[in-house]
């Protein structure tokens, strides 16, 4: 007893800690008030400030803007997240700073294991993942010439497809999504996929489901309050649509993997096999080229090569039967400069017009309205302190519809990308990919197709609304999702050669 007693603290060394310990905790607490934190709405206890959202939060953010500037905070239930608006500020803190490089993550992203592969992986996994995807999708095409071929023959599959409808009203969703993903199939796998394959319509199906599950307003909860919302239905379907679509994708690269010649790799799985296997060889068992990473790359890629691209290209055609004026000129312009030839890459430069409008279709249709990252560092931004890990909302859709930027900007307005000849510039202020290292890797594949696949279609149809409806009755809602999507809608496509 004695020896315990003698082991003991004294009363005297007890205070004095404690003492030491309260004075580090209010100097600190000190230096963090006198560091200037960005502005934002009051939180409510547990709730934050997810009372002022409105069905989108994008819009939401844009106004509190206005009010609080384009750097505040706003508290997504007990999450405190920084808030940064305006294409300059976007710009200087993407490009010209590297404490916001770091993607933030979510109990949603860890259940779904997605912090392997390209989108929201971080460290020197993510570095090698970019570079290796970067390079390879160049050396199947992206961006160059054998990949302008595969787009144009997907469009002419399109074409066919469209003719069958004879006129009729139909849902542009299921083709152009096929096409789309098609490209980026050819790409990664090395083939593209029949309209019909059963497999294929499931796959593209499920994908497109999930993006709208992941940001829908119950998964969203799930993030915030993970042990009150994990049993929310919504949850479980997006885990059974990524996991079945896992299982397929398995099978794909298995089948790669069983037919692989690494000295003629078909596309990006195939590389990613044969680095694998060379590695291996020489001792390497520590590499980045595992399993997961390849299957959550291949899920990145196929998703985020779909997505986007077949929304915009549907929102477009959905535009131009609502403006009929503006296509009017569109297709007067592609018959006068390319007539009935298909239409090539190397003619954009010479439809500026037609340009204009596609840019212009990006703006509007903002499918990507914001992305989340975290600081890697504290850092001092704009005269504001934010601390590391701390969230980071860039608001994409507040640099598309910048009031200081472009003249009409809640308008659809072509004129936005021409300069008084009518010849097409280009804006700061358009950053539909991002911007800095987290820009979207298939940017300039996602400009290939965007332009080919609209230009085709506009030089073969004219896209009206279904009978019975008027032009101005076309609703241009979208869903809101893990990014923007337009309703479900019918048009007419009518042959115009």
Sequence with gaps: MESLFLQSPSTTTVLGTFGVLLFFYVFFSSSDRHRKEPPGPR???????LLLLAKS??????ELSKKYGQVFTFNFGPQK????AGHKTIKEALVNSDAFSEKGTSPILNDLKLTDGIVFANGDSWREMRSFALTNMKDFGMGRKACEEKIMEESQRLIELFKEKDGK???????VNHAVSNIISSIVYGNRFEYDDPEFINMVDRASKNTQLMGCPSVQLYNYYPRLFSWVGARKRLMEGSLANRRRM???IKGLQDTLNPQMCRGVVD???????QLEASGNMNSHYYENNLLVTVVNLFTAGTDTTAS???YGLLLMAKYPKIQDQVQEEISRVVGSR???AQDRKNLPYTDAVIHEIQRIADVVPKTVHRTSRDVTFQGYFIKKWTPVVFLLSSALRDEDEWEKPYTFNPAHFLDKEGNFRKRDAFLPFSAGSRACTGESLARMELFLFFTSLLQHFRFTPPPGVKEDELDLTQIVGFTLTPSPHELCAISRL
């Design 43 to 49: 939180p409510l206890p547990v709730l934050g400030n």
């Design 250 to 252: 398995k099978e794909l």
């Design 169 to 175: 009203a139909f849902d542009t969703a299921q083709p």
């Design 342 to 344: 298909p239409v090539q």
């Design 81 to 84: 997240m920084v808030v940064l």
């Design 57 to 62: 939060s994008h819009i939401t953010l844009n």
């Design 271 to 277: 590389s990613f096999l044969a680095r694998k296997m």
């Design 312 to 314: 915009t290209i549907r």
